[in-house]
């Protein structure tokens, strides 16, 4: 059974640098862990912008795109949430 990875590259402010996240990690299939990500992508609340005043859910090929519109700006933020399959894990090594 293959194992999922569940990321999130959330909007970046004015002075923050590329992040990414691993939200969490699943056994199964495909399907279940993008079903799993669009349910985390819906709740999820991103640390900009700060007084969102419009959000938007996209489905992509390898997870979803959450746009969020500040309140006091006409800027958009985007979310990039993927599925990934992990293939190897240094971690896993003894």
């Known amino acids: 059974m293959a194992r999922w990875g569940l990321l999130v590259e959330p909007p970046m ?15 199964g299939t495909r399907e279940d862990a ?33 746009v969020t519109q500040s309140s006091w700006s006409s800027k958009l933020y985007p979310c990039r949430f993927r599925v990934c399959e992990l293939v190897w894990d240094s971690g896993d090594e003894s």
Request: no cysteine; hydrophobic share 30%.
């Open 34 to 66: 993008l079903a799993l990500l669009g349910e985390q992508a819906r709740t999820y609340q991103p640390r900009h912008p700060m007084n969102p005043h419009r959000r938007r859910l996209y489905r992509t090929d390898d997870g979803w795109l959450l």
């Open 13 to 27: 402010g004015q002075n923050d640098i590329d992040t990414l996240e691993v939200l969490t990690e699943i056994d």
